[in-house]
């Protein structure tokens, strides 16, 4: 910390090593096609987000969740959204998360 003209400067400290870890996320996703055939868009966007090894996916009557690293839960689950909302029908999607592994649980 240092004063200069008057005004308190901060330096960025620099994280060790020992500090950087993969945090991990659990998203609840429920998605609401607004149309009358609305199954088939959901199970369609449950099949892609299953076609990836690298997170866990696990649907139910209500909701879908979601685990894994943030970075790959996050970047996938915004790819596999973008292409359900680039679909000329209108949806909805509620999203819930929590920076926790819940699936071990």
Known sequence: ????????TFAPQKKSS????????????SLYPLKESYETPILDFIERLQAYPEIRVRPNVMSTQVFGSYDDVMRIVTLEMKKTFDQ???????????????DEI
């Open 1 to 8: 910390m240092s004063l200069e003209g008057g005004f308190t």
């Open 18 to 29: 020992s500090r950087l870890f993969k945090m991990n996320i659990s998203i609840e996703l």
């Open 88 to 102: 000329p029908d209108t949806f909805v999607m509620v999203f819930k998360a929590v920076n926790a592994q819940l």
